[in-house]
Every structure is written in structure tokens, then in C-alpha cells.
């Protein structure tokens, strides 16, 4: 899958801030292909996250458009889009997100189910992402026993459980210790390795070394 | 079921505090529904029956009675009295234009008796001419009544084949009336015989406050229905302008009275239901808000997996309407529990006539209270509902809104 980003751009009104108009994300230009792990990096602040969901169908941009394999998504209906996202994405996002109603293995497999019943074949393919991310021990734990590396690690399961083109993570080892970094960057590069295009934004240098990518972003500005 | 559609239920039982909260208010909207409107039709099916057991445009009562007791009470509300006038009243009132049936009632209140625990009115009549209670004892007992035979009220701790005694005499229960909702499921009938039996022994007991009346030659007073091309008003006016010692009163103006606080009753009931509506739903609409507020990242969770707006807004309607279907069966219950079993507590608190409607009319009432309970639920989350629908989910997820 082939991911287009043409002068995207998002501003933001915040009173609180002295200015009404703020400029996340400045006119910003980006491609990203299949098998290819990148790596957009800097400062909190900096417009990484808000860039990452326009890219992931999440936060519908100012300007610019975004497109995945030559589809407008923002040109999509919310149904259309959910079903792309649902298919075709996988997003690992910021902070602890899971649905504290379910178990572990139910939280993995949420995404298969939103459009059908039968699975079967997703349980399979659980057990053996929660086998890769060390967490099969804890498949019918309920996410308020996990650690937060331990939840860390479900989230990114549930991302990927639909085997999807495009995976984006925003700072996925934001508080996690040097072990679970490891796991997960490793889990990302893996993945991108096996067809994905995975974009990771975080302020982790660590990454810089699985990625084959690096992107800089600063004051919203994305610098190759 | 899939895990997504069992999220609703999930949630709901993963928070019981909160689904508690909204359980206990939707009860609470369903109960006063339920109760409400059982106590108004109640009270509406009791003046109905009373009304249909009058069965008399006119009653004639002794003009001195009239003004010092309230005929009313005795004759609508279950107090136990009696009076007496001259028979000859009854030949003169007869006499009169526009009478079409005519039939003189008589009355006795026991001293005590053994059936019950309220001094009991029993109520003669004349089975040549009475027109008004006849047919619905025919109903229950389908021969004439004997001499010192009696039919009982429905609240009456008596059953066919006891033996009642009043005033020494022994009385034998040929029947038990249906429940009617008024005074009358707490009387005694008797035939004209037996009443002038019971009337002349209270008197050899020296028991009757009338003490030198003769039972053949009284009643106590004159049920007449206007004939053809007469109005009970003319009726009644005539009476009383032409028959001395007496007075003519409308029935159904005694039952204005009954009528008018029942309205009273009506409004009361409806504004408590009103109130406890318009503060139930205002609660419901803040506790859906809060609970979509805090709950916000877990929607935006949700959205990031592909869940469309509509999905999201269907899982808060869900929600809502399973605590709202929850509830309203818990008010049912409830209602049903303290008017069904209490219903002649109500009655008595009240102080009117009181007639549960039947098994079909208390399942209609059940299920308008249910839909009604699951409805307000379903509509105060609406609102949360099309507000998730619309969140940012970028924004939420960047801890902005």
C-alpha cells in the first residue's frame, strides 16, 4: 500500500495561547510505501502526533489531502472510511486504550469483530501475535491486572490483528522501560519487514536504529 | 454474539454503580407510571361501577335525615346507618308524574356480628319491585332469596353456607358478591322479609334508635328511574315540591361529589408523575452526559479500530435502552407489588371507590410503563448519543477535548 500526503496542513483555534490561530502542522508533502519502517521524530509539541492522525483518517486536515493507493480517504463517507480503517489500518495510539470492559484477548480482537461474527480465524492469529509480544500468559486477564508495558503490547496486538497495510504508532514507548522499547520497535520493524508501512512518531532516539527512515519534525514542519 | 455487540452489556455490568444509578431511575419513572395510572383507572372503574350499581335516577330519603346525616356517606361510602319514614310516602311519591319504577329500600346497621371487624349496613329490598340491586345478585345467585337468607359484599370475611348472626338472628350466606370497588363490598342484602325481621328484632332488643316504629310500615327510602319523556331534574322537582316530609335528590349529584375528588385525586397524581418525570429525565440526561464524558477516549478507541459514528452512537442508545428495559420491568414489579396487595389500604386512605382493572387492563398499564421507562432512557441518552457521534477522535486521543 502506497501512502500520499499533498501540502497537508492543520491549524488549530486556541484562545488560551494568546492567538486564535495556531499552526499544528505546516503545508507538508510525504510518501510512504509498503516494507518500509519510518520514523518521524522530535520535541513534544512539535505537530508529530497531529500529523500522524491526519494521516490515519482521525483528524480531517485544513488543507491537503491524503490518500492510500490513489483514495481521497477524506473524500470517503464516515462509513467508508471506518471500514478503511478498519481494514486497511492499524493505529497504535498514545497512552493507555483499552477497553477496560473486555479481557485481553477480547481487547485484541475487537477490531474483527466490529463488521462480522465468525472468529476462528483471528483467534488463531491472537494467540500467536500475543505468543510474539510475550502477553499469552495474560489472554483472559482483564487490562486492569496488566502493567503498562503489558497493555502497551495489547494495543499494538489489536492494531495489527486485521494484518493491515498501514501501521501508524504515536510514541508507542512513551513510559515504557529499555526491555518493552526494544519489543515493540522490534515488533513495528518486523512488520514493515513482512509488507506494512509503518510510521512511528515518538522522541525515542532508540528508534532511529530500526527504522529505514527518519523524518525530523519541528514547529510543524516535517524535514526529510 | 459477537465481542462487539456484547460491548453494551459488557459496560453495563463492568460499571455497577453507575448502571445501578440508571436502573434505579428509569424504576423509578416506570413505578410512578405503573402505580399512577393503576390508582386512576382504579378510581375511574370503582365510580364506574358505582354509578352502573345505583342503577336509580332519584332517591327519596326522609326530609329530616336529609338535612342531619350525610345520605351520601351511607349510600356511597360505606358508613353504616339507618332511617326510617312512613310507608305511606311511598304510595304519595308513586302518585307523582314522571315516575316510571319505583322500589323502597330498607336499612340496618349491625351492632356487632361475628363476620367482621367494621360494623356492617345491610341493605333490604324488595324483590316484587327493586330494580337496582336484583339483577346484579341474580348475577352472583342465580334463585330469589329466601327469608333470612343473605348475599355478602366481596370484602366481607363471610363465605356461602356461613351463618352470620345479627341482632339474634341467624342469618344464612347464600351468596358472595363480585368485587365492585364501593361501599357495597361491604353491605349485607337481604330480601324486604328478612330486613323487617332483623329491623323488629334489633327493636325487641331494644337495639334500633327508632324505637316505636313498626317494620311493616316503614322503608327507608324510595329509588325511582324517571319514566318516558321525564328528566330526573323534573322529577326530583316535582317531589319536592308536592311530597311533604321528603326529599328527592339526583343520584348522580351524589356522585359528583365522589366524581370531584376524584379529579382532585387525577390531578395530584398526575403532577407527582409529572414532577418525578421532568427530575427523573433532567437526572438521566446528566448521568448519560457524565458517564459519555469520562468514557470519551474509550469511544475515540473505538473510532481508531473503524467503529463508524453510528456504531458509537448505537452502543449509547444500547446502553440506555437495556438499563431503561431493566428498570421499567424493576418499576412494574414494584408498582404491582404495593398496589396489588395494598389495594384496599389505597381504598381506605382514599376514600373512594376503588376497582382494579382486570389481568388484561393491568398488562397494558405494565407494558405502557415499560415502553415508557426504556423510551425516556433511550431519549436522555440521545443527546450523549449524537455528541459522540461527533467527537474529534484526534483530539481526544491528543488529550484536547
Not at chain 1, 45 to 57: A, I, P, R, V, Y
Not at chain 1, 170 to 191: A, I, Y
Not at chain 2, 346 to 356: A, Q
Request: hydrophobic share 45%.
Amino acid at each position: 500500500m502506497i501512502l500520499k500526503a499533498e501540502k497537508l496542513s492543520r491549524e488549530f483555534i486556541r484562545e488560551s495561547r494568546g492567538t486564535n490561530r495556531f499552526i499544528a502542522v505546516k503545508e507538508t508533502d510525504l510518501t510512504v510505501e509498503g516494507g518500509i519502517f519510518t520514523v518521524i521524530m522530535g520535541r513534544s509539541g512539535s505537530g508529530k502526533s497531529t500529523l500522524l492522525n491526519m494521516l490515519g483518517g482521525l483528524l480531517e486536515p485544513t488543507s491537503g489531502k491524503v490518500s492510500y493507493d490513489s483514495v481521497d480517504i477524506y473524500g470517503l463517507s464516515d462509513g467508508e472510511l471506518s471500514r478503511l480503517r478498519n481494514g486497511s489500518v492499524g493505529f497504535i495510539p498514545q497512552g493507555q486504550t483499552a477497553l477496560h470492559s473486555l479481557s485481553v484477548i477480547e481487547n485484541i480482537l475487537m477490531p474483527y469483530t466490529l463488521f462480522r461474527e465468525d472468529i476462528t480465524e483471528a483467534e488463531k492469529y491472537a494467540e500467536e501475535l500475543m505468543e510474539r509480544l510475550d502477553i499469552a500468559e495474560l489472554k483472559n486477564e482483564m487490562p486492569s491486572a496488566l502493567s503498562g508495558g503489558e497493555l502497551r503490547r495489547m494495543a499494538i496486538a489489536r492494531a495489527v490483528i486485521r494484518k493491515p497495510g498501514i501501521i501508524f504508532a504515536d510514541e508507542p514507548t512513551g513510559d515504557l522501560d529499555d526491555e518493552n522499547t526494544e519489543t515493540v520497535f522490534g515488533f513495528l520493524r518486523d512488520s514493515a519487514r513482512a509488507g506494512a508501512a509503518v510510521i512511528a512518531v515518538t522522541h525515542e532516539n532508540t528508534a532511529s536504529k530500526y527504522a529505514d527512515r527518519v523524518l525530523r519534525m519541528t514547529a510543524g514542519e516535517l524535514q526529510g | 454474539m459477537s465481542i462487539f455487540k456484547s460491548l453494551p452489556f459488557r459496560n453495563i455490568a463492568g460499571k455497577p454503580v453507575r448502571s445501578f444509578v440508571l436502573v434505579l431511575l428509569t424504576a423509578l419513572l416506570s413505578l410512578t407510571v405503573m402505580g399512577g395510572s393503576l390508582i386512576v383507572s382504579s378510581l375511574r372503574k370503582g365510580l364506574d361501577s358505582l354509578e352502573a350499581r345505583l342503577g336509580a335516577d332519584v332517591m327519596v330519603v326522609p326530609y329530616e335525615q336529609a338535612t342531619k346525616t350525610k345520605i351520601e356517606d351511607i349510600v356511597l361510602q360505606g358508613s353504616t346507618g339507618y332511617f326510617y319514614m312512613d310507608k305511606t310516602f311511598m304510595d304519595k311519591v308513586a302518585e307523582r308524574e314522571g315516575i316510571g319504577e319505583i322500589s323502597p329500600q330498607f336499612y340496618l346497621a349491625s351492632a356487632s356480628s361475628s363476620c367482621c371487624s367494621i360494623p356492617v349496613q345491610i341493605i333490604g329490598f324488595d324483590p316484587e319491585t327493586d330494580f337496582t340491586i336484583s339483577p346484579w345478585i341474580k348475577r352472583s345467585y342465580g334463585k330469589e332469596l329466601g327469608k333470612l337468607d343473605v348475599v355478602v359484599g366481596n370484602d366481607l370475611n363471610a363465605f356461602v353456607g356461613d351463618t352470620l348472626t345479627f341482632y339474634g338472628q341467624e342469618c344464612h350466606v347464600a351468596a358472595k358478591l363480585d368485587k365492585t370497588g364501593t361501599s357495597y363490598d361491604t353491605t349485607v342484602f337481604a330480601n324486604a322479609d328478612t330486613i323487617k325481621a332483623l329491623i323488629q328484632s334489633s327493636l325487641d332488643l331494644k337495639m334500633n334508635n327508632f324505637s316505636d316504629i313498626d317494620p311493616d310500615k316503614v322503608v327507608s327510602c324510595i329509588l325511582i328511574n324517571a319514566g318516558e319523556g321525564y328528566s330526573a331534574d323534573e322529577v326530583v322537582n316535582d317531589i319536592n315540591l308536592h311530597v311533604k316530609k321528603v326529599k328527592a335528590i339526583k343520584t348522580k349529584e351524589m356522585i359528583t361529589g365522589i366524581s370531584d375528588s376524584l379529579s382532585g385525586v387525577s390531578e395530584v397524581i398526575g403532577i407527582l408523575i409529572a414532577a418525578v418525570w421532568i427530575l427523573g429525565v433532567v437526572i438521566l440526561l446528566l448521568a448519560f452526559t457524565m458517564s459519555v464524558n469520562e468514557r470519551k477516549k474509550e469511544f475515540a478507541v473505538l473510532r481508531v479500530m473503524g467503529a463508524s459514528r453510528r456504531k458509537l452512537a448505537a452502543i449509547v442508545l444500547q446502553e440506555a435502552l437495556i438499563t431503561g428495559i431493566i428498570g421499567g420491568i424493576a418499576g412494574v414489579l414494584l408498582g404491582l407489588l404495593i398496589v396489588l396487595p395494598f389495594n384496599s389500604v389505597i381504598e381506605e386512605t382514599l376514600k373512594l371507590p376503588f376497582l382494579l382493572p382486570g389481568a388484561g387492563g393491568i398488562a397494558v398499564y405494565s407494558a405502557a410503563a415499560l415502553i415508557a421507562a426504556a423510551a425516556a432512557g433511550a431519549a436522555a441518552s440521545g443527546i450523549s448519543a449524537f455528541r459522540i457521534s461527533r467527537i474529534d477522535t484526534g483530539l481526544i486521543l491528543r488529550g484536547e477535548n
